[in-house]
């Protein structure tokens, strides 16, 4: 028999660095569910990526028990990675705070590939690109013909 859904939760928690404190607690403990087992299972989980953000999307039931996935880190957060940028550009449109090339776009559209709504790794380097150009990052060079 399957559990009955009671609801999604959507939570951005650094790789195994998941504790009680807000935003994780509140958010858990308003829905009944056992805030320190599922610390645990997620550090368990995330100990290779150490330090990531990494969105995670946890499935409750009625009976208070619940299911994780945890997914790739955000393609804004492997774009200051890439660049060793701390943030964003204030004034995206003007100023421009790095470069970055097409093969460090296909890298992290390759990365993300599972988790985007597109089909071709051609339509992901765009979705790349796209935000990394809505950040101040300059993408360097034309668009590789064979992807």
């Known amino acids: 028999m399957a559990k009955e859904i009671a609801g999604q939760i959507k939570l951005q928690v650094k790789g195994g660095a998941a504790n009680p404190a807000p935003p994780i607690g509140p958010a858990l403990g308003s829905k009944g569910i056992n805030i320190m087992d599922f610390c645990k299972q997620f550090n368990a989980k995330t100990q290779d990526k150490a330090g990531k953000v990494l969105p995670v999307v946890i499935t409750y039931y009625t009976d208070k028990s619940f299911d994780f996935i945890v997914k790739t880190p955000p393609v804004a957060i492997q774009l200051l990675e890439a660049t060793k940028q701390k943030s964003g550009s204030a ?7 790095s470069e970055v090339t097409w093969e460090q776009v296909k890298a992290i ?9 597109c089909f071709t790794l051609e339509s992901a380097m765009r979705m790349v690109a796209g935000t990394a150009r809505s950040m101040g990052i300059t993408v360097k060079g034309e668009f590789p013909a064979n992807v």
Do not use: F, G, H, V
Not at 91 to 96: M, S
Not at 109 to 117: F, G, V
């Open 109 to 117: 559209a390759t990365d993300k590939m599972p988790d985007l709504n």
């Open 91 to 97: 004034e995206p449109n003007r100023k421009k705070i």
